[in-house]
């Protein structure tokens, strides 16, 4: 029996990458991660048998540490791991409060990684592992920085995993989508700061998700989705820094 664990099941990407998952008939199971467990258990009903849910609050030791146990008991046999959980905060370093520079780091980093390492043992050939890195992965961003300095490190952690997991028959995509249409905007937001005054083209979670599985199915390592991040991949090779970053803070609110 293969299984699909997502992390961020909750809402938004991880949600949907559950739904189109099941769509694929290649898992008879999932494991659905978040804290907020109600969601969770809807989304396991419509998902049938098999799906089963764990609240656990990844950027605090004992939610990595009951992923840990879930996965020693029922030795599970994995075909993807959507590592979909993830937040980030618009501010500068004045605006940002402790708690989330810490918190950013922790759950976009820190549970990404120890949940790789954690899970890699348990994948099967022809397995693929998603990493969630972002459009803010290729130029820093200041009134975001921690956020995609977060993410710039999954962007480089995904792409150098995906050697090391490659003789395993085990395939990693760094998925780098712009901005996506869910509940992302309803936590970075703040009082402080807004984050940029044009947040265009904003996608659907259904065209993101569907461009991701797409890229899985390659082997893709990058998958950055749309024209729009294409080209800010493409700029941050060939443009020195300050000019990305230039037309950044013009776009942000004063
Ligand atoms: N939306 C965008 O524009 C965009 C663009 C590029 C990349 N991303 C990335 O995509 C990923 C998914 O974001 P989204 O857009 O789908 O946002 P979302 O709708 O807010 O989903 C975030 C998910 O992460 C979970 N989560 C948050 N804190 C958690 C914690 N401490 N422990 C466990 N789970 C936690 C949330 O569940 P609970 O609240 O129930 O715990 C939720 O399921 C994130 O990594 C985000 O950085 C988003």
């Known amino acids: 029996m293969a299984i699909a664990i997502i992390t961020g099941a909750s ?4 949600y949907r990458f559950a739904q189109e998952i099941a769509k694929t008939g290649e898992v008879d199971g999932f494991l659905l991660i978040a804290r907020r467990r109600e969601r969770l258990v809807a989304l396991s009903e419509e998902l049938g048998r098999g799906a089963e849910v764990l609240e656990a609050d990844l950027a605090q030791p004992s939610g990595i540490e009951a992923v840990r146990a879930w996965l020693a008991e029922r030795k599970p046999q994995v075909r993807y791991l959507i590592n979909a959980a993830g937040y980030g905060v618009f501010g500068d370093y004045t605006q940002v409060s402790e708690q989330d520079t810490i ?52 962007y480089h952690y995904a792409q150098a995993l ?93």
């Open 103 to 154: 918190g950013m780091i922790d759950l976009n980093v820190k549970a990404t990684v120890l949940l790789s390492h954690m899970v890699i043992p348990y994948m099967i050939a022809g397995s693929n592992l998603l990493e969630m890195g972002s459009g803010s992965v290729f130029t820093p961003l200041p009134g975001f920085n921690i956020y995609a300095s977060t993410k710039a490190f999954v």
């Open 11 to 14: 809402s938004g990407i991880g």
């Open 162 to 254: 995906a050697y090391e997991v490659r003789d395993r028959g085990i395939r990693v995509t760094v998925f780098c989508p712009g901005w996506v249409k869910t509940e992302f905007f309803d936590r970075a937001e703040t009082e402080k700061a807004e984050g940029p005054r044009v947040k265009k083209p904003m996608l659907t979670v259904e065209y993101a998700v569907s461009c991701a599985m797409r890229a899985m199915k390659r082997g893709k390592i990058l998958c950055a989705c749309n024209w729009y991040t294409k080209m800010q991949h493409l700029f941050s090779k060939i443009l020195p820094n300050c000019i990305p970053i230039a037309i950044w803070r013009s776009m942000l609110k004063k």
